[in-house]
Every structure is written in C-alpha cells, then in structure tokens.
C-alpha cells in the first residue's frame, strides 16, 4: 500500500477532482493511523504533477464525494471530468541568482501547464524547512506585473507542516509589496496573505489507472487582501 497527500492549494475544502498527490511509501507498513512527513508535499525538482479537470465556467456536481472528516474514508475518482488538463512543473532554483537575491532562499519553482500550453504569468517559489515545512517564499509574475514581477513575501507563507496527520492544522500571515501595471501607470499595492490548514480526514482513494493509496485531506484557505 501506498501513502498520499491530496491537497487543494486555494479552495476552502479539498475537491479531489482538483487535487495534487504526491506518493509516499512508507516500506510496505500498513498503519492504522496515517502519517506522512510533510516534505512529501514538496516535490523533487524535475517532477511533473499531472491531472484531469473540469473546464473554467464548467460545474461538476461533487456530491457525495467530498467524504467526512475522520479516519476510514474512502473516496472513488476513478471516473471524473476530463475537459481540462492541468499539470505542474518543479524545477531547482537554489543556484539562481536572480531568484536567491529577490527572495528568502527559494529551492524550487513551480511553474503551471494549462492544457499543454505553459502559464507564463505566474511561478511560485518553494523551499522546505526543518522544523516548520514547506513554505511559500513568494512569486514571479513578468506577464501581470512587468515592471515589479518579483513578489518577495516579508516571511514565508506555510503551504504544509513538517509532519502530517488528523489534527495538525496552522496559521501562517505574511506581507508584501507589488505594484500593478494600469494603462502605462505604475500603481503600488500592499498585501496581507491568511493562510490556514488543517489536516481533516485520512483515507484510501482509487484513482484512474493507479493502485489504491492511503492519503491524508488537507482542508486549506488562502485570503488575500490589498
């Protein structure tokens, strides 16, 4: 058996029609209590997270299948929409220079494919530290905002704790500054970031042409305000 964690990076509640699993294998062990170390979260440079989806502007009805909190669930996304197509690309970013002196130390960029085309407006940078997890370090976003496309968090944003299981939730609240590109006009903005999570539920999900895994649902809220 393998282990797992789904996650949602935005939505309040995990819709695994949208989620991200990232395999961990805990050497053939069963437990009756899922643990996963929370770097698990944070995949090796190189990786490439890919999944179905339903198109923006399209509703898929999710009922019964979101499950409850607690341990013993089961969840079946063999089947699901597939009009859309997302993927995500990991890549090592501890020798860039430009990346390493505009932010806190990022090792690893994460860079979106949307249905086969690469999402150019945006990269979120990645580390995972000890004893704390993996955190948000900030974005680069040359296609929104040209004139500032380096948006360096005043302290990381915590994306997952160093160890997860039912009942280990955070808090984390960062700032930054940015600025928008309005008709040729440079306009400063200041944001505040909220982000909390909280692992709910533990589990086995059965996904299309792959074995059953354990996993651990990640119930997570980001609130953005400027």
């Known amino acids: 058996m393998r282990s797992a964690i789904l996650k949602d990076p935005i939505a309040p509640f995990l819709f695994a029609l949208a ?27 190189g990786s490439l997270r890919v999944f179905a989806s339903n198109a923006v502007g399209v509703p ?3 009922s019964g299948r979101i ?40 090792q690893t960029s994460e860079r979106t494919v949307i249905n086969g085309a690469f999402d ?14 993996v955190e948000n370090v900030g974005f680069y976003s040359p296609v929104t905002n040209p004139s500032k496309p380096y948006a360096s968090f005043n302290a990381p944003l915590l994306e997952s704790a160093e160890h997860l299981e039912i009942g280990v939730g955070w808090e984390t609240t960062t700032t930054f500054d940015s600025a928008i590109d309005a008709a040729g006009t440079l306009v400063p903005t200041s944001n505040t970031l909220n982000q909390t999570g909280l692992v709910d539920a533990s589990g086995t999900v059965s996904l299309p042409g792959l074995w059953d895994v354990e996993v651990v649902r990640i119930h997570k809220l980001l609130q953005w305000r400027t």
């Open 67 to 106: 499950g409850a909190a607690g341990s013993g669930q089961s969840w079946d996304f063999t089947e699901g929409p597939t009009s859309a197509s997302y993927e995500y690309l990991f890549e090592d970013v501890s020798g860039d220079e430009t990346f390493q002196s505009n932010y806190l130390s990022p």
């Open 19 to 45: 989620a991200c699993v990232s395999i961990f294998d805990p050497g053939g062990a069963v437990a009756q209590e899922i643990s996963v170390p929370g770097i698990e979260a944070l995949p090796m440079p």
């Open 60 to 62: 898929v009805d999710v």
């Open 120 to 133: 150019q407006s945006e990269l979120r940078l990645l580390r995972f530290t000890p004893g704390a997890g």
